[in-house]
């Protein structure tokens, strides 16, 4: 009877605000008083009963076996998360990522990586510090072993299980398992640390719009002046770190902590919103991946020794440069420059 | 052959939780699995009905089409079961099952669950049948030994039926005629409405 008093108070409560409680009170308890009713004039007939059944979410079930919703009969959402992540999420997501591998692919065959126009000064900037150079590799080494792991997961059965057969591909795919749940809140960690350290750089600038509307110059090669950040890697920043990064570490804590008591439905939403929010990551990663590596020369180095040419920095940040120069007028060929001395990267020019 | 299911008769089912205590015991689970449970609707009131319900053996089983490692198999009677070896307690299984049925013996931080435990029909699994690894792992296979599961042989009202569907249906049908009422099959369109899925080989012998 608790559940029946409960419904009484909901119902009581609801009469309270809204001033009508005839309506309310009927559509809270109905089922169980229709099946009351219908007990009288059909006592064989027990149809609400059983529409509560189907609809899964029956206040008045119980049962003696303790657990999260035992008493449950029917939850009926499992068969839309079935459609959607073996048809949906599965199918359209896989596609993604093939199509983004084979238009980096494309690019970088046709275009090749962009290269310097002008000759390297060997004079260097720090373009990152010790910290944010951590904060990035933190978040880069977690993501990536996510990622990998979680495209094992989901696409492995699809994939590998044909070629290496059950006994290993289970093996490999209960050690993604283990890396992706014990890595993610690395993950979440190292993302909340990336926020704090790159956001004063991130904030959106008017001249961003210059540069989104000449695509940074990534096709037609026009030189497109950015700040510390351009607006491609501010995109990156908000939509990708931030905003999937949030969505990815929320629903990630959702499904691998289940001794929440957390139910099915909460768990399928996660999953969902995971899966959907994860390969668009990925898929945006590969963008960035390929622009950080091969794609353009400097980049890597930057974010491993720190330090960048000030040919670079003019060539590719050039607002930034500016700046840089400014506050420091040793720099910017102001000063007697010893190439050799200044350049700690001089061997990563050719 | 024949093809295996289970039915709950809700007019004769007195939640005595009968049948649980025979898993349990037949198949010596663990602490904290149940592989059936009984379910009481509108408990206390007019019209109180209580079905007995475990994995239905579905005739295309949501656990199966989600499993990212493809552990389950189904055998020629229609009984879907797993490979614990293969199982990763990923928990994909028991989001898509509509009957709760999947059970897992732990539930712990880091998505560590275990191997997946559910309901074998009293089949048993893909080792050797009536083997102490089997029985370690799945339970006693009463069907191995020609008998049905162990808790509609103990159904003390015979409201939990449990075998050949032509056999139990039949059954059934004579009882709703002879009372007139209650002619609701639970669970069945759930578990048997779409078109049955072809029997698989057990997953370590597709490799």
Known sequence: MRVCNRQWLIAGLAALVLGFAAPVTAADTSSAQEQAARQQVQPGNNAPVWRDVRGGDNPYQTTQVRGVETEVLVQTEGETWRQLRNHVITVYGGWLLVLMAALVGTYYYFKGPIRLHEKPTGRSLLRFSYWERTVHWGVAISFVLLAVTGVIIMFGKHILLPIIGYTLFSLIAQLSKLIHNFVGPVFAVCTVLMFATYVKDNIPKAHDLKW???????????HVPSGRFNAGEKTWFWIGVTGLGVVVSVTGFVLNFPNFAQGRELMQLSNVLHGISALLFVTMSMGHIYLGSVGVDGAYDAMRTGYVDEIWAKEHHEYWYRESVAADPAKGGGGAANPAAASPMKEGWK | MARMKFLCDAERCIECNGCVTACKNEHEVPWGVNRRRVVTLNDGLPGEKSISVACMHCSDAPCMAVCPVDCFYKTSEGVVLHDKDLCIGCGYCFYACPFGAPQF?????????????????CAGGPETDHSATEFRKYGRNRLAEGKLPACAEMCSTKALLGGDADIIADIYRTRVLKRGKGADVWGWGTAYGKPERAPTPPAGAKS
């Open chain 1, 212 to 222: 989104l509307a000449n695509a940074g110059g990534l096709f037609s090669g026009k």
């Open chain 2, 105 to 121: 013996p732990q539930d712990g931080a880091f998505g560590l669950r275990g191997k997946m435990d559910k309901c074998t029909f």
